[in-house]
């Protein structure tokens, strides 16, 4: 499968059902940059009128795993990914449409790179940060990868 925004919705629909109903969608990829979209709605709130954080959560890892699905589908390589770690600051309610962005991708290609050189895993630290429609940031996930070729 290739890795473009299209290919991952419909992957979705059929393997990550919670996040194709939550109304997560991948609208950008290039090597350097992901975005993923998510609108607060019924399915996805808390009981504070606002988007519950596993949601925004969920949107967020998206938007770092397709930069490293992106890399490994450039590197031609078998390469194993798993996130290992998790942290995550709010600063305001998450309400509207809030669009996550990465633009961790020269990080990735040069973490499988090495590993390919290297023949053993690296870990990087991705960053993905959620936007409502007014540009104010509501909240910042970092995501710590682990990705290792396989032999």
């Known amino acids: 499968m290739q890795i473009t925004p299209k290919n991952i919705n419909r992957f979705m629909m059929f393997k990550l059902p919670l996040g194709y109903l939550s109304g997560m969608r991948v609208k950008e990829i290039t090597d350097t940059f992901s975005a993923v979209n998510i609108k607060y709605k019924w399915i996805n709130q808390n009981p504070f009128k606002s988007m ?3 949601a925004q959560g969920m949107a967020a890892e998206m938007c770092t795993a397709v930069l490293v699905m ?3 589908e450039k590197s031609k390589k078998k390469v194993s990914m798993l996130v290992t770690h998790q942290k995550s600051d709010f600063f305001k309610k998450a ?6 962005t990465c633009n961790d991708g020269t990080q990735v290609a040069n973490a499988i790179k090495k590993s390919i050189e290297t023949k053993e895993g690296q870990v990087i630290f991705l960053t993905s940060e959620g ?3 007014d540009g104010i940031v509501v909240s910042r996930f970092q995501f710590q990868w682990s ?5």
């Open 131 to 133: 936007k409502n429609e």
């Open 70 to 72: 992106k890399a490994i």
């Open 147 to 151: 990705v290792k070729v396989k032999l």
């Open 52 to 54: 519950f954080w596993a």
């Open 95 to 100: 309400t509207g449409k809030i669009v996550f």
